[in-house]
């Protein structure tokens, strides 16, 4: 168990709505980063925070938007979804220093029909 | 920019046999080095990590050398076993990156009895 927390475990939408993907990073871990992992793209990075602060852009589209809050929990919302939009979503956190390791989540499978 | 090459899979050995997936690496400064596997339905795990140059890291029978000279941090294990089926994924994380993760493609292993 790496202690990172998500939910959903799944989820299936319609194109063009809206989801909300959560995430409680381990304890004691002040940096949350996001993950698209598709079957042909690989994992592509999204959105670091470090304590509540965007640290890192990767290659997250305009629909989609994250913010990490207070109590260090993330969130990932999902807008105008689209097909190609289906895809595992990973959280990972880590402590946020050089040579901390990432700790992954199990993921949210987020299917659009 | 900071990036890592990975061997192409996919990989098909039979059990006993001797393992190396290639990882090579692009980086200014002295990057941190990791080895994550994914086992079918779960998130990333860390599997072993260098943080400096012929630092050795190992877990489970895996091992991988982090070589300055030649920018490479190849993961070997001598006698594979049916449960190291996975797909593994090289890392690195920048010296100056603020934590900043750079992840390989990703191969994958099947191990036959």
């Known amino acids: 168990d790496s202690g990172v927390t998500q939910t959903p475990k799944h989820l299936i939408t319609a194109t063009g709505q809206r989801v909300t993907l959560r995430c409680s990073p381990r304890?004691?871990?002040?940096?949350v980063y996001w993950y698209q992992q598709s079957l042909d793209q690989g994992l592509q990075f999204l959105i670091q925070?470090?304590?509540?602060?965007?640290?890192a852009k990767g290659n997250i589209l305009e629909r989609f938007s994250a913010q990490q809050f207070p109590d260090l929990h993330s969130e990932l919302n999902l807008s105008s979804l689209e097909l190609g939009d289906s895809a595992l979503y990973f959280c990972?956190?880590?402590?946020?220093?050089?040579?901390?390791?990432?700790?992954f989540g199990n993921g949210t499978r987020l299917t659009v029909t | 920019g900071d990036s890592v090459t990975q061997m192409e899979g996919p990989v098909t050995l039979s059990e006993e046999a001797c393992l190396t997936i290639?990882?090579?690496?692009?980086?200014?400064?002295?990057?941190?080095l990791f080895w994550y596997v994914q086992y079918p339905g779960e998130g990333l795990q860390l599997l072993l990590k260098?943080?400096?140059?012929?630092d050795k890291g190992s877990n489970k029978g895996f091992e991988a050398t982090y070589r300055k000279e030649t920018t490479s941090f190849h993961l070997e294990k001598g006698s594979v076993q049916v449960s190291d089926s996975a797909v593994y994924f090289c890392?690195?994380?920048?010296?100056?990156?603020?934590?900043?993760?750079?992840f390989g493609t990703g191969t994958s292993l099947t191990v036959i009895p």
């Open positions: 290639n990882c090579t690496y692009t980086a200014t400064g002295y990057p941190s």
């Open positions: 304890s004691g871990d002040l940096s």
């Open positions: 925070y470090y304590n509540g602060e965007e640290r």
């Open positions: 890392a690195l994380s920048g010296e100056n990156t603020g934590n900043q993760f750079y």
């Open positions: 260098a943080t400096k140059a012929d």
């Open positions: 990972a956190s880590s402590v946020g220093i050089k040579s901390s390791p990432l700790h």
